[in-house]
Every structure is written in C-alpha cells, then in structure tokens.
C-alpha cells in the first residue's frame, strides 16, 4: 500500500498561511482542542478559540468540533454539549452551509443536535479503544475531504469508549444510496496493523456527511496525524485540514 504524501496548503505549503479563519470549539472536558488548533495551523490557516457558552463565533470561515469527554459524557456522549450557546450558532450556521467537522467527541455532538444522522453508543466490547486504526475514504467530495481520493487508505489515531456507530436500516440505506458515508474501517487485514471494526459500528461505518457535505463527523482523530515525529508517525489526517483550507479560498 503506498503511504500518503503531505497535503499541501493552497498558500505553499503546509506551514503557509492564509486569512482563513477556522473555529475549534473548547466544552468542559475537552481534550484535544489544542491538538486540533495546531493542525488547522499547520495546513495554513488561523485557528481561532471558541467557547462553549459563547454564541459569537468571530466570524470564523469554519468550525470543528474537538475530541474529549464534554461535560464527563454524562447523560450521553455529546448530550449537554449539545444545548451550549456556542451550538444554537454552530447549528443555524451549518444548515446555512457553515462548514463544520465533528472528531469522536465533536461526531457525538453533531450526532445530537441532528446535524448528522444516527446515534453513538457504547463499544460492542464495552472498553475504551486506543489504536491506530485503518480508514478507507468512501466519499471525497464533501468540503473536509477533497483531498483525498475516493478509495484512498489511510491511518490515523483512534481513541473511544462511545464509538459504535448505529441507525435503523432506512437511514443506513439512505446514507449508503446518497454516498453519505465518508469513511469506513478497514477490516481486512491484521488487528494489529490498525485493521478491523473498533467497535462493531454498523456497516463498518467511521464517519458520515450530511447531504450538501459541508459538515463532516468520523470517530477517528486526524488532528493526530498532521506531522512525522508524532501520533501514527504519518500525515494522513493532515488532508482534513488542507482540504477545507482548499475549498474556503477558492470559493
């Protein structure tokens, strides 16, 4: 299989920078803001910090939303975040085209606000996960994933205890028939080389789009995957953010 090669930013590289200006969401109990600020660094653009119980999103061009345990996974995973002031904003925007991109944690908001279909539920083994876990990018076309190709594999961080992807067979034959499933895990291949279902995730199922696919939620972490000497030790998750870049510039 042939290892992916760093995305590029539109403005040089990815350690240009552009007047992009891309949200990422803090909740209480949030882990990987700082991560994913980083990465939207590293693809070119300008991360800008974005509080829970602030409904201003200062005019951002797009917004993630961060791994983590928001509000202790209480209730559900996602549950409380899903009534923060920040989302009455996030959800009127995105359903106006706002770009947004929700990793595990973020996935499970989104889930909840119903911006995405489906639910989260707990891992089929009832363990918390923590892997490099094999993807294969099903849809390219949404503004997060342009960078890739359809059929492309890739590898990035997985960490989860909330990951079991599920809906009822209407929806799930929706979303198949609509190319809605951005992602799905690689199960042909040795467990221990990052392949296989995580956490028995309906359809093998790590990721989905909404119809106009400008938002985007997968359970994996590619804010892990953005430089050599860290996380997978691959760039693989880098092309989110370049992609996003892409598509914002030359809108």
Not at 26 to 50: K, M, Y
Not at 219 to 238: F, Q, S
Request: aromatic share 6%; charged share 20%.
């Amino acid at each position: 299989m042939s290892r992916p090669s760093p995305a590029t930013a539109p403005s040089g590289g990815p350690t240009g920078r552009s007047n992009t200006r891309i949200g990422v969401i803090t909740f209480p109990g949030t882990l990987d803001d700082r991560d994913t600020q980083r990465a939207v660094r590293l693809a070119g653009a300008e991360a800008v910090p974005l509080w829970h119980r602030d409904k201003d999103l200062k005019q951002v061009d797009a917004v993630v939303l961060p791994g983590g345990f928001s509000y202790g996974d209480y209730l559900r995973a996602g549950a409380i975040s899903r009534f923060s002031p920040v989302m009455e904003t996030v959800i009127e925007q995105a359903r106006g085209g706002l770009p947004v991109l929700g990793i595990c944690n973020g996935f499970q908001v989104l889930t909840e606000t119903h911006l995405l279909p489906g639910a989260m539920l707990r891992n089929d083994s009832l363990h918390f996960i923590c892997r490099d876990q094999r993807l294969r990018v099903e849809n390219a076309d949404t503004a997060w994933t342009a960078d890739y190709t359809a059929g492309q594999e890739i590898s990035v961080p997985l960490k989860n205890i909330d990951g079991r992807y599920v809906a009822d067979e209407r929806t799930l034959d929706m979303l198949e028939a609509e190319g809605r499933v951005a992602f799905r895990y690689l199960t042909e291949g040795d467990p221990a080389d990052g392949y296989g279902n995580p956490n028995g995730s309906l359809r093998d199922i790590a990721g989905v789009t909404n119809e106009a696919g400008n938002v985007v939620g997968l359970m994996p972490h590619p804010e892990h995957a953005v430089e050599p000497l860290i996380g997978t030790g691959r760039t693989d998750g880098l092309g989110f953010f370049t992609s996003i870049l892409k598509k914002l510039v030359t809108a």
